[in-house]
T-cell receptor
Framework: KNEVEQSPQNLTAQEGEFITINCSYS?????LHWLQQHPGGGIVSLFM???GKKKHGRLIATINIQEKHSSLHITASHPRDSAVYIC??????????FGEGTQLTVNP | GAGVSQTPSNKVTEKGKYVELRCDPI?????LYWYRQSLGQGPEFLIY????????DSGLPNDRFFAVRPEGSVSTLKIQRTERGDSAVYLC???????????FGEGSRLTVL
């Protein structure tokens, strides 16, 4: 069992839909990262959070430490949001354990 | 440049050859990470530097892999006697002290024939 699990693995949505990607982890963490990876490999850090909720534009990330669960939400999705979204759990020593990623496709 | 720079962007080599991959982090970032990403999978941790020293090298798969960061800036990942299973994208990320925020390079795609 992977220490960090994401669901769904693949997600197809229509433009404008509200999207949720889930991440569960079994390890103790100091922080959880949400990353975006576009075709070609470049990774961009979206959020780093250790509690509560963060918002940036149409993106919202939440974390529940007790339940060891985090969600990434995208409001008013757009085709340019199409990418792989990866959650990664950071331990106390700064080591990251990554989920397998969620491939999101937003159709116009 | 302003971002994390990795060279080469693509490297094709033959089984058994030696390969070096370079990472030039954002200036002033003390933490530097190497990850490996195989096709269709999430990245996996290889090694983490804090300054010049390897704070955690437990992700290096075997003794064919070695990484250095002699002056606390540029890092080189070295792979000896490459095998076809080493084919992957090797990602580097750096982080400023105290924040934990990650800045990734574009990766070096290694293909071992």
């Amino acid at each position: 069992k992977n220490e960090v699990e994401q669901s769904p693995q693949n997600l197809t949505a229509q433009e404008g839909e509200f999207i949720t990607i889930n991440c569960s982890y079994s390890v103790g963490i100091s922080a959880l990262h949400w990353l975006q990876q576009h075709p070609g490999g470049g990774i961009v850090s979206l959020f780093m959070l250790s509690s509560g909720k963060k918002k940036h534009g149409r993106l919202i990330a939440t974390i529940n430490i007790q339940e060891k669960h985090s969600s990434l939400h995208i409001t008013a999705s757009h085709p340019r949001d199409s990418a792989v979204y990866i959650c990664a759990a950071r331990d106390s020593g700064s080591r990251l354990t990554f989920g397998e990623g969620t491939q999101l496709t937003v159709n116009p | 440049g302003a971002g994390v720079s990795q060279t080469p962007s693509n490297k094709v080599t033959e089984k058994g050859k030696y390969v070096e991959l370079r990472c030039d982090p954002i200036s002033g970032h003390t933490a530097l990470y190497w990850y490996r990403q195989s096709l269709g999978q999430g990245p996996e941790f290889l090694i983490y530097f804090q300054g010049t020293g390897a704070a955690d090298d437990s992700g290096l798969p075997n003794d064919r892999f070695f990484a250095v960061r002699p002056e606390g800036s540029v890092s080189t990942l070295k792979i000896q006697r490459t095998e076809r299973g080493d084919s992957a994208v090797y990602l580097c990320a750096s982080s400023p002290i105290g924040t934990g925020e990650l800045f990734f390079g574009e990766g070096s795609r290694l293909t071992v024939l």
